[in-house]
Nanobody, 128 residues
């Protein structure tokens, strides 16, 4: 079974930065797509960013584009989410998710239903 471990959350002031990490326990990391989602209190879980290794696609939600950057270290089976210029509205529990797809997931990576495996979440709080 695939295990995902997300970490790196914390409390930061508006305008600050955090880097989240998602480590995956898989043998063929390059066959997977990894997504970052977030859920604020009282709101639905929403897609933030994803990376699909098989078809080389990365994308971002409009709300974070230009501020967040997704990257990976495939030797460590880890995906990162660098979050800059954080805003109070970025406050949420952030989750990473994974799906194995040899052909890649194209432009579907911000949709929850694409993913089969989910990590436990890490809380990001941005104070104003």
């Amino acid at each position: 079974d695939v295990q995902l471990q997300a970490c790196g959350g914390g409390l930061v002031q508006a305008g600050g930065s955090l880097r989240l990490s998602c480590a995956a326990s898989v043998f063929t990391f390059d066959d997977y797509a990894i997504g970052w989602f977030r859920q604020a209190p009282g709101k639905e879980r929403e897609g933030v960013s994803y990376i699909s290794f098989s078809d080389g696609i990365t994308d971002y939600a409009v709300s974070v584009k230009g501020r967040f950057t997704i990257s990976s270290d495939n030797r460590k089976n880890t995906v990162y989410l660098q979050m800059n210029s954080l805003k109070p509205e970025d406050t949420a529990v952030y989750y990473c998710a994974a799906v194995r797809s040899l052909l890649g997931i194209g432009d579907a990576g911000l949709r929850r239903w694409v993913y089969d495996y989910w990590g436990q979440g890490t809380l990001v709080t941005v104070s104003s």
